[in-house]
């Protein structure tokens, strides 16, 4: 299979069950990507990491036991390959500069259109870094204020 044929493996992880499912409905529409597991909290998603092998973590920020900036620590530390993508509320220059600086390969909000949020699992699947506007611009213009 040709590298842009294969399929993205994606864990997704947030506390929020109809999110966790509708998320799951809708990128199991995509060809190319499959949801091969599903956690409420950091600690759940570093259990499962033991035994899949996703290629991609979407994940969100603010979660309980472990939040998605501890995860994103825990993941940087024991799998450095392993590609996370934030899929947040929180549009805080903070929480996206953290999220980077300690292994996030992405940070999108949940207002972006599904069409992007395929659009970044794919881009950071494939190696690049992805950042929605609405936060590039949150970075950026706070930056230089």
């Known amino acids: 299979m040709e590298p842009s044929e294969s399929v993205i493996k994606v864990l997704l992880v947030d506390d929020h069950i109809l999110v966790l499912e509708g998320l799951k409905a809708r990128l199991n529409q995509e060809?190319?990507?499959?949801?091969?597991?599903?956690a409420s909290d950091g600690q759940e998603a570093l259990e499962m990491l033991?035994?899949?092998?996703?290629?991609v973590v979407m994940m969100d920020v603010s979660m309980p036991n472990m939040n998605g900036i501890e995860t994103t620590k825990v993941f940087q530390d024991k799998y450095p390959d392993l590609k996370v993508l934030i899929l947040s509320?929180?549009?805080?220059?903070?929480?996206i500069s953290q999220l980077m600086l300690h292994g996030a390969k992405g940070y999108i909000l949940k207002d972006v259109s599904?069409?992007?949020?395929?659009?970044?699992?794919?881009?950071?699947?494939?190696?690049?870094?992805?950042?929605c506007r609405a936060a590039t611009e949150t970075l950026f213009h706070?930056?230089?204020r």
């Open 31 to 38: 060809v190319g990507i499959t949801v091969v597991g599903q």
């Open 50 to 55: 033991k035994t899949l092998e996703p290629d």
């Open 89 to 95: 509320m929180h549009d805080n220059r903070e929480y």
């Open 114 to 131: 599904a069409e992007e949020m395929v659009r970044a699992i794919r881009s950071v699947a494939d190696g690049a870094t992805y950042i």
């Open 142 to 144: 706070q930056a230089v």
